[in-house]
């Protein structure tokens, strides 16, 4: 029998008609992947990923065993989370929703701990506690539906919640260390994060503090809003060598009871932030910022507000 041989100028081979993939992954969002992407926290916000709660709220009477202030209403936190999607909608804003196909875990609605986006795809969080353990599989699926790329998932003994993280220019990310990520989670999200030429500045978080949302937003490219005595001294300082003006929120009360601080940025001096908050609502508004409102009430005793529900997938960059 005659030896075959390889028809090496065949393109299967790299001969003719061989197309190499040149592109970078950054370069082929919008077109072998879906659209998606942040490297800021203030441009205009395209699409976002929810969870609708559902009958998981029910799934334990006692609000310490599901690491919640108290038992939310099924019913009514549809209402209100209803509501903040009709918001987003009313904006421009594409809504996605994590559809998980079985039971769900009881703060699986907390979105923006699962995620954190980059201008290249998802970094796919491991939250911290085992109450949420598993809830990141479900928004890694649906992330994959959508034709979104995951970078990278925590793994070992790391752990990272998004709202951990921010950015606080193109080229870098603020990350913040404490109860919800722990160093090893922090290494690998740095790394993950350099190879795309991002530097992080890491910060530590106070006891106390949940997530680095709960202290820091931005509302425009030069204006971030802070929580006094609980946002460290070096965590300012970088913000300000960064080109921000920080202002400091005027009421503890509304930020602790009505999470003032925990908004959504819609686009430049635009937010979505919880209801019930005149003071700290004027105080935006004095800084230029125009404020859309929606009642969080019921939602917020599960411990998280509006920026916690919101996983962001896409902001206009510039």
């Not at 005659?2 to 190499?20: E, I, Q």
């Not at 987003?88 to 594409?94: I, M, T």
Request: with cysteine; proline share 6%.
């Amino acid at each position: 029998m005659a030896k075959r041989t390889v028809p090496l100028k065949r393109a299967a081979y790299g001969g003719d008609g061989w197309s190499p993939r040149l592109k970078s992954l950054k370069n082929e969002i919008g077109n072998v992947w879906e659209a998606c992407g942040i490297s800021n926290e203030w441009g205009q916000l395209k699409a976002v990923l929810l969870h609708r709660p559902g009958r998981e709220l029910k799934s334990s009477k006692n609000p310490d065993d599901v690491q919640m202030l108290q038992i939310p209403d099924v019913n009514r936190a549809q209402v209100q989370h209803d509501s903040i999607a009709k918001a987003f909608r009313q904006a421009g804003v594409a809504v996605h929703y994590v559809d998980p196909p079985a039971v769900n875990l009881p703060n699986q609605m907390f979105v923006a701990d699962l995620m954190f986006m980059t201008p290249e795809g998802a970094i796919l969080a491991r939250p911290a506690s085992t109450v949420r353990a598993g809830e990141e599989r479900w928004v890694g699926r649906r992330l994959a539906d959508l034709g979104i790329p995951i970078l990278r998932s925590i793994r070992g003994k790391g752990v990272f919640e998004g709202a951990d993280a921010a950015w606080l220019s193109p080229r870098t990310v603020i990350l913040g260390k404490g109860l919800r990520t722990n160093a090893e989670g922090a290494f690998q999200v740095s790394a993950a994060l350099q190879e795309m030429g991002v530097d992080v500045v890491e910060v530590n978080l106070p006891k106390g503090a949940m997530h680095l949302m709960g202290l820091l937003r931005f509302a425009d490219r030069d204006l971030a809003l802070a929580w006094p005595q609980r946002l460290t001294n070096s965590a300012v300082e970088t913000l300000r060598k960064t080109g921000y003006e920080v202002h400091f929120i005027p009421d503890e009360v509304e930020a602790t009871e009505s999470s003032a601080l925990n908004f959504v940025t819609l686009g430049p001096r635009q937010i979505l932030m919880p209801s019930g908050n005149p003071l700290t609502r004027a105080f935006y508004e004095n800084l230029g910022i125009t404020c859309f409102t929606v009642k969080i009430s019921e939602l917020v005793k599960a411990a998280g507000a509006i920026g916690c529900l919101t996983g962001v997938l896409e902001r206009e960059t510039g």
